[in-house]
């Protein structure tokens, strides 16, 4: 089985510029995410979607960062423009439903790796 | 709301040493408990899960926690090290509405030959 595929896996770019990452999830996961993770720190949501519906952005700086998932599939997060202070992993994960009663596993791409200058 | 404290951002044992990575949650609710690993340079794999069945869960690796409600704890143990076991931790909850899980900070692991 395939698992969550993501690209790039780096980039480097200038404060203020833009970029975009790429998320293909597990075949069949309605749960798609999209988490951050700070170089000594544990992952942080940004965004959750159920299906092609947003369930969780509570934690997205929404005047820089922006995410869809356009029928349901893959997924794209956007930063723009970007800021010194974005430099992380981006990671995203897919898992077949929300985790609820069944505690369902969350399973993790290999991550993008943001380097801002 | 739910938190994740782990105890020690870094431990190291030498190999063939028992393995104790400490992860104590607050939840209002019974909560969903998870370690998962991550190795240099890739994402994070689950390790092991519990879903409020036996409260000694055993997972991959060799890895087991074991949930103590009254302590609040769900520790991360390995009776023996291998130096491939070398590796951050993350521990994690989400609560029985399964809405978010929370991660914690993360506790690498150094194995000493």
């Known amino acids: 089985e395939a698992g969550v595929a993501q690209s790039p896996r780096y980039k480097i770019i200038e404060k203020r510029q833009s970029v975009a990452f790429w998320c293909n999830p597990i075949s069949g996961h309605a749960t798609l995410y999209w988490y951050q993770q700070i170089l000594g720190q544990g992952p942080k949501l940004l965004i959750q979607?159920?299906?092609?519906?947003?369930?969780?952005d509570s934690q997205l700086p929404k005047d820089r960062f922006s995410a869809e998932r356009l029928k349901g599939v893959d997924s794209t997060l956007k930063i723009q423009p970007a800021k010194l202070e974005d430099s992380a992993v981006y990671l995203c994960a897919s898992s077949e439903t929300i985790p609820a009663a069944a505690g369902n596993t969350i399973y993790f791409g290999e991550g993008s790796w943001l380097t801002v200058v | 709301a739910q938190s994740v404290t782990q105890l020690g951002s870094h431990v190291s044992v030498s190999e063939g040493a028992l393995v104790l990575l400490r992860c104590n949650y607050s939840?209002?609710?019974?909560?969903?408990l998870f370690w998962y690993v991550q190795y240099p340079n890739q994402g994070l794999q689950l390790l092991l899960k519990y879903t409020s069945a036996a409260t000694l869960v055993k997972g991959i690796n060799g890895f087991e926690a074991e949930f103590k409600k009254s302590e609040t704890s769900f520790h991360l143990t390995k009776p023996s090290a291998h130096m491939s076991d070398a590796a951050e931790y993350f521990c994690a909850v989400s609560d029985a509405g399964g809405f978010k899980t929370i991660f914690g900070a993360g506790t690498r692991l150094f194995v000493k030959a």
């Open positions: 939840s209002s609710v019974p909560p969903y």
């Open positions: 979607f159920q299906n092609n519906g947003v369930v969780d």
